[in-house]
């Protein structure tokens, strides 16, 4: 069962096969067996998971429930979830109970999914490894000296191992897609706006996007379809109507046109370079064409997004002060030493970094020069996008220009930012785009990103679902994780 997809799992609970009390006991006895060796989860929730399948085994035996009833998730630690405490990974956060439900959260609450945990993240999702946890690092289950991937990487790595069939995540500059890929299975950031931000504690304003991962393109359809929709209480959410992702999986691919930027496939090493060639060879056999595509202005968007993200986060992180949210330091002298040593302590190195460089960019004699200069650009990569997708349905490229590293591997904070090299050029657009994956380099998982034109997650997870059904790599499990 640990493995099987929402389909069957659904069929199993709806024809009694298994109750929704049994299910949950697998994947809880589960993560009591393997979360602490990969410390993928930051707090389990038992008390409401009880509360939960009550509710959903009487929607079930009503004849009510709908797919996703009674299917147990890990929900991403900085989604609020109600009286539950919502740390984003720091300290600062630490003791912070969430007084609300996050609407993703309520969204899948409201068709009677099962919240398991609350799972490990780079704190206040900045990183790219999982290394920046207050709580420690996420290890990789194809390899525990390995990288997760980040910020994602306590989600990615709870469903690589079996320890739940879906996890919530975000995606600010590739967050999803990265762990993703390095841990071997699938991940959606849907379209800016798609999914509320009402209740995911901010990291990058304009950026942030929830998401999901799960093993199969068809799991990510049947939950980021609940999870999405309109929402007030969110001034950036898109007013478009909810829709069913998972109502053209089936539909043939042939004719379907998938970009390639040459650029970048030319700048992976020979192993990612021949996996991923093969995966979009894979494509073409399935009936796609292939056509060449240019984005002339995407190498500048690291560049770009590494003053546009921690100008947000500056802005977005000023409100933990130890007074109006946050750790608070002891004894201090006055209230300047209240403020300087409560996020002192209560922040990591990395997030610092990003406050320190976001203040300065926002700042006078800077702001011209670097934050207003980065936003023209983002300008010029979504126009290159928009150019690109007047000849394509979606694009196919790298997630990560390598496989899941070993841990400390990457000391110098810029080396660690080039690993978003293919995944912040579409984040910068607010662009749907997926990671799945399609084989394995010196026995390590590889991705392919899919990108799509904006609102279109229909037709990415349609391409993922046709690639999946063709081919067995979203099915592979690390050694000692199988059933």
């Known amino acids: 069962m640990k493995f099987k997809g929402i389909k069957q799992i659904s069929q199993a609970l709806h024809s009694k096969d298994i109750s929704v009390q049994e299910l949950h006991d697998i994947y809880a006895n589960r993560q009591k067996q393997s979360a602490k060796q990969l410390n993928c989860l930051i707090n389990r929730t038992p008390q409401l998971a009880q509360q939960q399948i009550v509710a959903a085994q009487a929607l079930i035996d009503s004849h009510q429930g709908s797919i996703l009833t009674g299917i147990p998730l890990v929900h991403k630690d900085l989604f609020c979830t109600k009286d539950i405490n919502t740390t984003c990974g720091s300290r600062m956060l630490e003791n912070f109970v969430a007084p609300y ?13 099962v919240t398991l945990a609350k799972a490990n993240m780079d704190e206040f999702a900045m990183g790219s490894s999982n290394e920046n946890s207050y709580f420690g690092a996420v290890k990789n289950p194809w390899d525990l000296s390995r990288v997760s991937g980040g910020s994602s990487g306590g989600s990615a790595a709870v469903v690589a191992a079996g320890l739940a069939p879906i996890a919530t995540g975000s995606d600010t500059g590739g967050s999803i897609r990265q762990p993703a890929a390095l841990c071997g299975i699938t991940g959606i950031k849907p379209s800016y706006g798609r999914a509320s931000r009402y209740g ?19 799991d990510c359809a049947y939950v980021l379809s609940q999870m999405c929709g309109y929402d007030a209480k969110d001034s950036t959410s898109a007013q478009v109507d909810k829709e069913d992702f998972s109502q053209n999986l089936q539909q043939s691919i042939k004719r ?41 202005t995407a ?6 997004y590494y003053v546009i993200a921690p100008a947000e986060c500056s802005s977005n992180l000023s409100r933990f002060d130890g ?21 002192t302590e209560g922040f990591g190195e990395e997030v610092k970094r990003r406050i320190m460089v976001g203040t ?3 700042s006078t004699g800077f702001y011209d020069a670097y934050y207003l200069k980065a936003q ?30 070993k841990f400390n591997a990457k000391k110098d904070p810029v080396s660690m930012y080039q690993e978003d090299i293919y995944t912040v050029p579409s984040s910068l657009a607010g662009l749907p785009c997926m990671s799945i994956p399609i084989g394995m380099v010196d026995n390590l998982p590889v991705g392919l990103q899919l990108i799509g034109h904006n609102l279109q997650e229909s037709v990415l997870l349609n391409i993922a679902h046709q690639y999946q059904q063709d081919t067995n790599w979203h099915s592979q499990v690390a050694e000692g994780y199988h059933e």
């Open 299 to 304: 190498h500048l968007a690291v560049s770009a």
């Open 200 to 218: 995911m504690v901010a990291f990058a304003s304009s950026l942030d996007q929830a998401g999901v991962l799960a093993r199969s393109a068809e």
């Open 376 to 405: 023209k650009i983002r300008r010029l990569i979504a126009e290159d996008f928009n150019q690109a997708f007047a000849q394509v349905d979606i694009i196919a490229a790298p997630v990560s220009p390598e496989v899941a590293f």
């Open 323 to 343: 007074i109006r949210y946050g750790h608070q330091c002891q004894n201090p002298k006055d209230l300047n030493d209240l403020y300087v040593r409560s996020r």
């Open 256 to 296: 379907m046109k998938v970009g390639i930027i040459r650029e970048w496939m030319d700048g992976l090493s020979a192993g990612i370079k021949a996996v991923t060639e093969q995966a979009i060879q894979k494509l073409q056999d399935l009936g796609a064409e292939l056509v060449e595509v240019e984005l002339p």
């Open 101 to 113: 439900d996050a609407t993703i959260v309520d969204n899948l609450n409201a068709v009677g999914m």
């Open 360 to 362: 300065w960019a926002l």
